[in-house]
Nanobody, 125 residues
Framework: QVQLVESGGGLVQAGASLRLFCVASGLTLSRYHVGWFRQVPGKEREFVGSISWNGLSAYYEDAFRGRFIVSKDNANNTVYLQMNSLRPEDTAVYSC??????????????????WGQGTQVTVSS
């Protein structure tokens, strides 16, 4: 079965960096677009960024461009989200998703079939 497992979250102070990991099993990520989303309870799920099936194109929501970086290691079936200069408002559960290969951003839930359980990121002031 297909599974996506995120890790790397934790509690950090404002200004710190974290690197999140999304490891896939049951499918080969080199064939699929992968997206990162985040969600706070009571808020809408928010698109963060995504990367194309071949890892050559990355896309970002404006709020994260230049501060967050999505990368892909197809050999290890892993996608990363590097988060820099973290702010308290970045506190959320971060999830990865895959299963389709849309052109462009892939910024909606309909662009994906499979989702991980998420990893908690908490940023203190």
């Amino acid at each position: 079965q297909v599974q996506l497992v995120e890790s790397g979250g934790g509690l950090v102070q404002a200004g710190a960096s974290l690197r999140l990991f999304c490891v896939a099993s049951g499918l080969t990520l080199s064939r699929y677009h992968v997206g990162w989303f985040r969600q706070v309870p009571g808020k809408e799920r928010e698109f963060v960024g995504s990367i194309s099936w071949n890892g050559l194109s990355a896309y970002y929501e404006d709020a994260f461009r230049g501060r967050f970086i999505v990368s892909k290691d197809n050999a290890n079936n892993t996608v990363y989200l590097q988060m820099n200069s973290l702010r308290p408002e970045d506190t959320a559960v971060y999830s990865c998703a895959t299963g389709k290969s849309p052109e462009g951003f892939g910024r909606t839930r309909a662009d994906y079939y499979y989702w991980g359980q998420g990893t908690q990121v908490t940023v203190s002031s």
